[in-house]
Nanobody, 113 residues
Framework: QVKLVESGGGLVQPGGSLRLSCAAS????????IGWYRQAPGKQRQLVAH?????STNYADSVKGRFTISRDNANGYLQMNSLKPEDTAVYYC?????????WGQGTQVTVSS
């Protein structure tokens, strides 16, 4: 059974940093593209950052220059710097390749003083 687990969320002050991780069991994450999404209360889920199996990346305009997506053979990561209150959301890891598509349960990120 495939399972994705996000970790690393929490409460941080504005300007602070967090590093989210996405670990997969039951599959090899290295063969999947990885996306990080977020959903704030009352808003639609949106793509934050994406990395392909070959390492190509893209970012939402709102996080460019502050967030960095990366990966290794076992995990996906989202380094978040210079966090702002508007970054507060539940962050989800998504992996996909052709018709295979999996989501994690999400991790809460709260940016507040």
């Amino acid at each position: 059974q495939v399972k994705l687990v996000e970790s690393g969320g929490g409460l941080v002050q504005p300007g602070g940093s967090l590093r989210l991780s996405c670990a997969a069991s039951g599959i090899s994450i290295s063969t999947y593209h990885i996306g990080w999404y977020r959903q704030a209360p009352g808003k639609q889920r949106q793509l934050v950052a994406h990395i392909t199996t070959s390492g190509s990346t893209n970012y939402a305009d709102s996080v460019k220059g502050r967030f960095t997506i990366s990966r290794d053979n076992a995990n996906g990561y989202l380094q978040m710097n210079s966090l702002k209150p508007e970054d507060t959301a539940v962050y989800y890891c998504n992996i996909y390749y052709y018709t295979d598509n999996y989501w994690g349960q999400g991790t809460q990120v709260t940016v507040s003083s």
